[in-house]
C-alpha cells in the first residue's frame, strides 16, 4: 500500500510580505519634518533621511481632520504620489515606495492555507493562551468589561475550533476512504497477479 507523496516540486521561494519588508512609517518621522507639521498651519513638509548609507527625501502632507484637530498626516510615495502610511524598502539598493509600487506587497494572512488555523490562533493570542488547538484557556478575568471582552473572544474561539474540528473529520474520513480504496486495488492487482 503506497500513500500519495504531498509537495512534489521545487519548493517556493517565500513571497516577501508587508510584515517582513523593512518600512518607515509616519509615526517614526513626525519630530523630524522641515518645516514641523506639529502646532503650525503647515501642510506640507519634507524629511531627509539616510536609507542604505544613501540620502532620501520623503515628502510629508497633513490633511485636516473633520472635527478639528492637528491633521492626519501622510507621506507621499515617490513613485506614485499616493498618500499612505508606511513606506518599504522592498530590496537592496532600491527606493522606498508605497505596497503597489514596491511590487504588490501583501499581508501574510493572505497566504495561508488555513484561514481558520491563523483565526484560532490570533484568538488565543488574544486570549493570553497557549496558540495549540484545544489546549486549556485562563481563567475568566472578575472585571465586568474585561469578562464581556472574554467571553466574546471564548465564543468566536468555540466557533472557530469548531469549524477546524469539522474540517480535521472531514480529511479523516476521506483518507480512510482512500485507504480503503488504495488496499481495494492492491489486493485485485495481486488476484491478476496471482492468476497468470
Known amino acids: 500500500m503506497s500513500l500519495p507523496v504531498f509537495g512534489k516540486g521545487r519548493p517556493?521561494?517565500?513571497r516577501p510580505t508587508v510584515e517582513t519588508t523593512p518600512r518607515i512609517g509616519?509615526?517614526?518621522?513626525?519630530?523630524?519634518?522641515?518645516?514641523?507639521l506639529s502646532g503650525s498651519r503647515a501642510r506640507e513638509a519634507t524629511v531627509s533621511i539616510l536609507v542604505n548609507g544613501k540620502p532620501e527625501t520623503i515628502d510629508v502632507v497633513c490633511d485636516p481632520r473633520?472635527?478639528?484637530g492637528d491633521g492626519q498626516?501622510?507621506?507621499?510615495?515617490?513613485?506614485?504620489?499616493?498618500?499612505?502610511q508606511h513606506l518599504y524598502l522592498p530590496r537592496?539598493?532600491?527606493r522606498l515606495a508605497c505596497r503597489r509600487c514596491a511590487g504588490r506587497l501583501t499581508y501574510a494572512s493572505q497566504h495561508t492555507r488555513s484561514r481558520g488555523l491563523h483565526r484560532a490562533r490570533d484568538l488565543r493570542r488574544k486570549l493570553g493562551a497557549s496558540e495549540e488547538l484545544l489546549s486549556p484557556l485562563p481563567p475568566r478575568p472578575r472585571q465586568h468589561m474585561a469578562a464581556a471582552k472574554y467571553d466574546r473572544l471564548v465564543a468566536q474561539l468555540v466557533a472557530a475550533e469548531a469549524v477546524i474540528a469539522a474540517q480535521l473529520r472531514d480529511m479523516v474520513v476521506r483518507?480512510?476512504?482512500?485507504?480503503?480504496?488504495?488496499?481495494?486495488?492492491?489486493?485485485?492487482s495481486n488476484r491478476t497477479r496471482t492468476a497468470r
Open 12 to 14: 517556493r521561494k517565500p
Open 26 to 36: 509616519v509615526r517614526e518621522i513626525q519630530g523630524a519634518a522641515q518645516p514641523p
Open 66 to 68: 473633520n472635527y478639528g
Open 73 to 84: 498626516r501622510f507621506l507621499l510615495c515617490v513613485m506614485c504620489s499616493r498618500k499612505v
Open 92 to 94: 537592496e539598493g532600491e
Open 175 to 188: 483518507v480512510r476512504r482512500r485507504l480503503k480504496h488504495d488496499r481495494h486495488r492492491d489486493r485485485d
